[in-house]
């Protein structure tokens, strides 16, 4: 089985190697660089979840592989407060894609005025934690929940979500024939 994700972000590829090959031991997986098509910094569930779709979907082109991972990470303003939400996606050959989302959190309103003003989270955590490339470590999520969750842990929920609705499709279909 060839298993394709749409970006080289070391949380993002960790958490869909660690939950593929759990599932599918033989998998082969490759990690491409592809584009968005929504703002580098999404600023809605709806536009971070098109997103993880439109990665997988370009995924899908560029590689023809049997699954397509798209994953993305945004922010969301409710009520004044701003959370971190992350989409994930993946397409299939036959042109279905499955959409999941996982955790959200609350970000500190010191975050979240940068975030008002066009600025984007990783650069933002970047300084705020004097470290580099945090979105391909821990992230936002393993700053502010003290460690006990990292950025490719949260993805290998969503990860794990997107590959139980592919084995349920397939169970489903090798049922009906």
Not at 71 to 77: K, R
């Amino acid at each position: 089985m060839k298993i394709a994700i749409g970006t080289k972000n070391k949380a993002k590829v960790g958490a869909v190697e660690a939950i593929v090959l759990h599932y599918f031991p033989n998998a082969e997986i490759e990690s491409i660089e592809v584009a968005s098509d929504v703002s580098v910094q999404p600023f809605s569930n709806e536009e971070t979840r098109q997103g993880a779709i439109n990665r997988a979907r370009n995924t899908l082109v560029k590689t023809n592989a049997d699954l397509n991972f798209g994953l993305e990470g945004g922010v969301d303003e409710i009520d004044g407060t701003m959370y971190c939400c992350n989409w994930g996606a993946v397409a299939l050959k036959d042109g279905t894609v499955i959409s999941s989302s996982g955790a959200q959190f609350a970000l500190p309103e010191v975050i979240a005025q940068q975030l008002r003003v066009g600025m984007e989270l990783g650069p933002i955590m970047d300084v705020y934690t004097n470290t580099e490339n945090i979105r391909h470590h821990q992230g936002a999520i393993g700053i502010f929940t003290d460690g006990l969750i990292d950025r490719k842990e949260m993805f290998e929920h969503i990860v794990k979500l997107l590959v139980g609705q592919v084995m349920f499709k397939l169970k489903k279909e090798q049922n009906s024939h």
